[in-house]
T-cell receptor, first 114, second 117 residues
Framework: AQSVSQHNHHVILSEAASLELGCNYS??????LFWYVQYPGQHLQLLLK??????LVKGIKGFEAEFIKSKFSFNLRKPSVQWSDTAEYFC????????????FGQGTTLQVKP | NAGVMQNPRHLVRRRGQEARLRCSPM?????VYWYRQLPEEGLKFMVY????????ESGMPKERFSAEFPKEGPSILRIQQVVRGDSAAYFC???????????????FGPGTRLTVT
């Protein structure tokens, strides 16, 4: 079955701490991978995406993610978080040749303390 | 460039009434997706449409739910005879590419929060 699992439901960090949010997926075939962020009161925004090529992808606001095919993982990282990174983060996977359906993880709420 | 528009943002319906949720995709986008987010859960895919066609409705409940994307006008998600369990946030997304080029990037609207009393 196709699924996405995010390891942490709620993460609390102090400013300047490093961040790593785990994401593992179960999906047959070639995948496209995404991280979306939802700031309080706002809609989902795309942070970064992986379609092919370099497995280390860089997104907006200093975020990056690494696709490790052998581990079926696409973890999100940021070296130094800011209070403004407080938000909910969603990992999503879609097939490269499917109908466009995205499968989302349950989300991780990140709270950054000033 | 306006983003994905959804209205209403909040909708309250009594049990048994109908709910109509509207979505206008981004300019130049011809693919629309609907997702539902229940409390404490991630987004669940419901349906994928192109103009006048339903491409994938594998996530739609079998009864009471329907969706359309007419040649003119917004996409509509319609829920008949709503029940308390339909209370959720309903998100619409649009993309430029579809089947031929993979899923492409999906851009999300602000969502409609449906409350059934």
């Amino acid at each position: 079955a196709q699924s996405v699992s995010q390891h942490n439901h709620h993460v609390i960090l102090s400013e300047a701490a490093s961040l790593e949010l785990g994401c593992n997926y179960s999906y047959g075939g070639t995948v496209n991978l995404f991280w979306y962020v939802q700031y309080p009161g706002q809609h989902l925004q795309l942070l970064l995406k992986y379609f092919s090529g370099d497995p280390l992808v860089k997104g907006i606001k200093g975020f990056e993610a690494e696709f490790i095919k052998s581990k079926f993982s696409f973890n999100l990282r940021k070296p130094s978080v800011q209070w403004s990174d407080t938000a909910e983060y969603f990992c999503a996977v879609g097939g490269s040749s499917n109908t466009g359906k995205l499968i989302f993880g349950q989300g991780t709420t990140l709270q950054v303390k000033p | 460039n306006a983003g994905v528009m959804q209205n209403p943002r909040h909708l309250v319906r009594r049990r048994g009434q109908e709910a109509r949720l509207r979505c206008s995709p981004m300019k130049g986008h011809s693919h629309v997706y609907w997702y539902r987010q229940l409390p404490e859960e991630g987004l669940k895919f419901m349906v994928y449409l192109q103009k006048e066609n339903i491409i994938d409705e594998s996530g739609m409940p079998k009864e009471r739910f329907s969706a359309e994307f007419p040649k003119e006008g917004p996409s509509i998600l319609r829920i008949q005879q709503v029940v308390r369990g339909d209370s959720a946030a309903y998100f619409c997304a649009s993309s430029r590419r579809g089947l031929a080029g993979g899923p492409g990037e999906q851009y999300f609207g602000p969502g409609t929060r449906l409350t059934v009393t």
